[in-house]
């Protein structure tokens, strides 16, 4: 089932759920009436009086506006947050629709309404996706008159969460190198407000949403969520109204983007996704995991296991040259490495992407040709949206810089590696071909396997307003072309989605991206933390950065952990090693070398299994991460401990998904201390496995084999 009408309603239905909104008598923008369990009547469907939460006769203001409208209008009186603000040439700011048509297909509902007064056009498209169970909202905004008109506010959905479900909501924040916490409160009276006014997605606040009646855990409980396919500046508002009644607003930040239409111009919103789970977060988790499967990742990336990665940042930084390239490449051949990237440093300026004449004077060729000898992929970093003073491309495209008219660009200076840049404006049509057509030449000539996108600046001076380009909006358009264009040229390059760590990790890059960074710490007490965030609405195994295995993360913390820890916690997702491999023991080799092959034998797992969150650093002593096979052949178990208090022993870890007729093998890959040659997949989901971790910050990695 999917789209049906009956009578004045418009029902979603799945097998699990109901999302249902009413056309008013008189044709105006539809009112939610329903969003919850399957199996209701469309003739018992309630209206919206019946929604409210007052006593008193009617549902309507004295404009007649609607508590529950799909999309709330800056029209009559304005208690609420409004989705649309438009103001006309003749000075009206306010707007009324009626329905033009109505266009219905198995997945798609389409409602086209046209503005009483002027001549204004407003398209609102649902979509839904994974058997019906993800609902995506967003609209188109057309000008038909001959004068100019101004949006003010443009959200791409409103969502009405029913008052008995909406009492708490969760979120995640962060800041660099401490992304993806999770954070849960009750929903007050008044808004609350998510958004970002960095010129990207992160890394403050995640753009999503997670509402419950506050007793929904891992794998219980009513979950109403959602997250907005925008990689710019978003913005969520979740209101709780004066009568108790909560809704969640969500778009492109109105802030600093005022839009202003031409004659004859549209403009689409960003699609705003949203579903409604039974089973806790986790089936939230999952429900999420599936959609960016299926619906997002590049075709080519969907089920290609990523390679384990070697980066030399922490250990060569900017200082990169063809000698010292050449050396770490020879031992990363003899670690295992099937990926060797080189990072910041080796271009001729940021801007100019061509290899430095000093560092490599005989180009990237003798780096290239070494990578093949070794059977082994490269490739590079860039960070095109910064381009420095010194650049060719900043003498010849000065007004390419984002900056104010008449004022110099913000620079970004770097004493230590003596760098001065200012931000590439994107938005400019010119710049951003510019940028397309440098980065395919680079991978056309170098036959690089990798390309890993940066971003270390947020937006500065970011432009004029004019109906020419909007810096803000168009930037992030640009930048999705770009890549869009790259991954249809180069399908079987794989992208890395990287801005200062996780400053631009929201789900719709991986449109584009087949690994993403989590955080550009990778301490592994912080990471089980950043990848229970993390993994509420990403894939857990595109989650990449450079320095699992590093030299440098004591410099996070001021502590040490076990090289084991760090190798476990690094490949719950896409394994790398960025330590410098020269100055390290054969025998350190030779470890870091077994934990390759561990990868490489269990990332199939890793990538194609379902996830599961079974317990929280937040709440115990270390996280524990599983991942299932769908037919229940194989899972793995990763388990943490940071530090243990009060003589207490962990408790047993109850392991679910498997068969419970199923007989499966346990085994270590880590250590000697788990081995059970056979148990019953009942015993393991009711009982339970007794596992100790004996040293502080200390891992294991349990594999489960079905064995009958």
Known sequence: ?????????????????????????????????????????????????????????????????????????????????????????????????????EKTSDNSLILEYKERYEALRLTL????????????????????????????????????????????????????????????????YGKTVIESRTGMSGHHYTPAFMIDNGLAAEESGTVYFGTLLWSGDGRIAVERDCFGNVAVTGGINEFDNTITLKPGES?????????????GFGEMSRLMHKFQRQELLPAAWKTQPRPFLFNGWSTLTVNVSEENILALMERAHDIGVELFVIDDGWQQYLGDWYPDRKKFPRGLRPVVEAAANYGIKLGLWVEIESFE????????????????????????????????????????????????????????????????????CYFTSPGELSCQYRTRIDHTRNLYKIFERLSQDFPEVLFENCASGAGRTDIAMSRYFGRINRSDNQDPCDVQFFHEGYSMFQLPFLAGGANHISDGLPNQNGY?????????????????????????????????????????????????????????????????FYYCMPDKSEALLFAFRN???????????????????????????????????????????????DLKIKEDHGAELIHIKRIK
């Open 389 to 456: 003073l010194a650049s060719d491309l900043y003498k010849a495209h000065p007004e390419w810089a984002m900056q104010y008219p008449g004022r110099k660009p913000f620079a970004r200076e770097r004493a230590a590696i003596n760098r001065t840049s200012v931000m590439l404006n994107l938005a400019i049509p010119e710049a951003a071909e510019a940028m397309y057509q440098a980065l395919h030449k680079l991978i056309k000539e170098t036959g690089i396997a990798y390309l890993k996108l940066d971003m270390n």
């Open 125 to 188: 498209i649902y979509k839904t996706f994974c058997d019906d169970r993800l609902i995506s909202r967003n609209t188109v905004i057309t000008n038909d008159s001959d004068q100019p008109v101004t949006l003010e506010k443009f959200a791409s959905a409103t969502w009405h969460i029913p008052s008995e479900h909406a009492v708490r909501l969760s979120t995640m924040h962060g800041h660099w190198c401490g992304e993806w916490r999770l954070q849960r409160n009750e929903i007050p």
């Open 560 to 624: 040490h952990t076990p090289l084991k820890t760090q190798a476990t916690a690094g490949m719950l997702g896409s394994f790398a090693c960025g330590k410098n491999l020269v100055n390290t023991p054969p025998e350190i080799l030779n470890e870091i070398a077994g934990f390759a092959k561990i990868y490489k034998s269990i990332r199939h797992i890793t990538h194609n299994g379902d996830f599961y969150r079974l317990r929280s650093a937040y709440t115990d002593d270390g996280a524990v």
């Open 267 to 279: 403009f689409t919103t960003p699609e705003f996704i949203a579903g409604r789970v039974e089973h």
């Open 643 to 689: 530090v243990a208090h009060f003589g207490l022993a962990p408790k047993n870890i109850l392991i679910p998904a498997l068969l419970p007729e199923g007989r499966y093998e346990l085994k270590s890959l880590l250590t000697d201390n788990v081995h059970i040659p056979e148990i019953g997949g009942a015993f393991l989901k009711n009982i339970g496995l």
């Open 1 to 101: 089932m999917a789209i049906i009408k009956h009578d004045k309603h418009f029902l979603i239905e799945s097998s699990y759920d109901t999302y249902a909104i009413a056309l008013p008598e008189d044709n105006a923008l539809p009112v939610n009436v329903y969003w919850g369990a399957s199996g209701i009547a469309p003739e018992d469907l309630p209206d919206d009086r019946q929604r409210q939460r007052r006593n008193y006769a009617t549902v309507l203001n004295r404009s007649g506006r609607s508590l529950f409208n799909e999309l709330p209008l800056f029209y009559g009186e304005n208690m609420f947050e409004s989705s649309l603000k438009v103001t006309f040439a003749n000075g009206v700011r306010s707007v009324e629709f009626e329905l033009l048509s």
